[in-house]
């Protein structure tokens, strides 16, 4: 089985140190730094190359939103990770921490599994909001003009399938389940995702799900 790097960043060392038990117990991943600040975190990310930093946003001499725009746009850590973990009254930034890089966003009250489940789903290259967050994201892309810029504009770029393709991951989808969906193979589905995220320069489907919000390609409230 192949281990998982993780390196945890957050002021809180109570905080630090659960999130360390938790995951030593777990098969599998294994945590290799710690920081309680941005700069650390950034810092661990070039000294490390973990796949996911589970990172807190509020921490001193720089937040965790600058640290994830500073990590996503180093090329040499194009692979790292960063799954945002944070409290319950932080939620409304769940759209400028996805729109910074982050793979995904949970709070604070998550259970252990949710947890878990998300630093792998994140090392993997797949998006992971909580349903609060989820809400937040859907609810600021209601409020919103009808969009009119560079996102709107790029969808000339993708074909007809891709498009089809982009606004089911944004709508949750797998690989598998868009495959069911526009019956076709899950290695197809896979490729149109590839290329589209080529197409568009998104690190991962967190930034697929972006896109596909800010060009208009998915209306918020809409269900299929």
Do not use: C, W
Request: no cysteine.
């Amino acid at each position: 089985m192949s281990v998982l790097r993780v390196v945890l960043a957050d002021d809180q060392v109570m905080i630090r140190s659960g999130l360390r038990a938790l995951l030593t117990a777990e098969p599998g991943l294994e945590v290799v730094a710690e920081a309680d600040d941005g700069q650390q975190a950034l810092d661990a990310a070039r000294a490390h190359r973990p796949d996911v930093i589970v990172m807190d946003i509020r921490m001193p001499v720089l937040d965790g939103l600058a640290a994830t725009r500073a990590i996503a746009a180093d090329p040499q850590l194009s692979n790292v990770r960063v799954l945002i973990l944070t409290t319950f009254d932080e939620d409304a930034l769940v759209f400028e921490a996805i729109r910074a890089g982050a793979s995904g966003f949970l709070l604070k009250d998550a259970e252990p599994a949710e947890l878990l489940r998300g630093i792998r789903v994140a090392a993997a290259g797949d998006a992971l909001l909580s349903p609060q967050a989820a809400r937040r994201l859907v609810t600021a892309f209601a409020a919103a003009p009808t969009p009119t810029g560079p996102a709107a504009q790029a969808l000339d770029f993708l074909t007809a399938r891709e498009r089809e393709v982009v606004a089911l991951v944004a709508r949750g989808l797998s690989n598998e389940e868009i495959a069911d969906r526009l019956t076709i193979s899950p290695a197809t589905s896979r490729t149109h995702v590839s290329r589209a995220m080529v197409k568009l320069a998104a690190r991962d489907r967190a930034q697929l799900v972006v896109f596909a919000y800010e060009s208009g390609l998915v209306h918020p409230g809409r269900t299929s």
